[in-house]
């Protein structure tokens, strides 16, 4: 078996720069300008992600922190397979369970129990092994006596709970966390992160994102620091976290 459940390697990722089209007037006023001068074409795009190498282990739990626009989302967007890369090779070997954009999947019109079921097989579960959880998804979300009604009466917070317990009910082999520990009021919270570090504890790969230092420290055991796309800096939490942090200092 490969030791590795995550092999980016040399990864670069291009996007194209879009302006805005323009009006009537400008079309107008530029025209000769688009006539007469064609722009360099490398100067159309940007890099989200520069020649990225990225092994992460069966069991490791792995840090990504940065600043807005440093590529973490196109990072997990990658490694979850939705957009693919403009160079490199990328190798992910178990099934991913995203805990992304909560209850994306759902849909208003069905009931909590309906949605529960519909999103636990889009994350891969079958529909016998999602009624055999149900149980436990509504007690962990809190949210019984409401979970026969439409999901459109539900609170924001009742809305991202249910989606949340059902994610972490899918047996996830690698789980790819973005700012979610703050869903639901602070018992939830805390009840949410418990359940997240009990499963990384357990051994489950965890690719771990957020702006919040302190959770970072606390739940993995290594992290990179991004910056415009490139790794600034790759090892023990603490060492990165502090570097990260007299950065922040110096150019905040």
């Known amino acids: ?44 795009h ?3 992600l520069k020649d990225l190498t990225l092994k992460i282990k069966r069991g490791e739990c792995v840090g990504i922190i940065g600043k807005n626009g440093a590529g973490k989302s196109t990072l997990l967007s990658i490694i979850l397979g939705t957009i693919f890369p403009s160079k490199g090779k990328v190798k992910v070997m178990d099934r991913v369970t995203p805990l992304l954009e909560l209850g ?31 149980p436990s998804i509504i007690d962990f979300s809190g949210i019984c006596e409401f979970i026969d ?7 924001s917070g009742m809305y991202l709970r249910l989606a949340f317990s059902v994610a972490m009910h899918t047996d996830p082999k690698i789980l790819i966390i973005d700012e979610v520990l703050s869903v639901g009021d602070e018992g939830f919270q805390k009840k949410s992160k418990e359940a997240i570090i009990k ?7 965890t690719v771990f994102v957020s702006h919040n230092l302190q959770d970072i420290e606390e739940i993995c055991n290594r992290t990179i620091w991004l910056d415009h796309g490139k790794v600034m800096a790759e090892g023990e939490t603490k060492v990165v976290v502090d570097k990260y942090r007299k950065e922040t200092m110096c150019t905040g």
């Open 149 to 155: 009604i439409p999901v459109r009466t539900y609170s």
């Open 46 to 48: 940007f890099y989200g």
């Open 1 to 44: 078996m490969n030791e590795f459940a995550i092999d980016l390697d040399h990864i670069w990722k291009k996007y194209p720069l879009q302006k805005d089209r323009p009006g009537f007037k400008e079309f107008f006023v530029n025209i000769h300008k688009s006539i007469s001068k064609k722009k360099d074409k490398e100067n159309r």
């Open 104 to 134: 994306a999947g759902f849909h208003p019109d069905l009931t909590g129990r309906e949605n529960v079921i519909l999103n636990g097989i889009l994350l891969g579960l079958t529909k016998l092994e999602v009624l055999k959880k149900i």
């Open 199 to 205: 499963l990384i504890r357990g051994g489950i790969t």
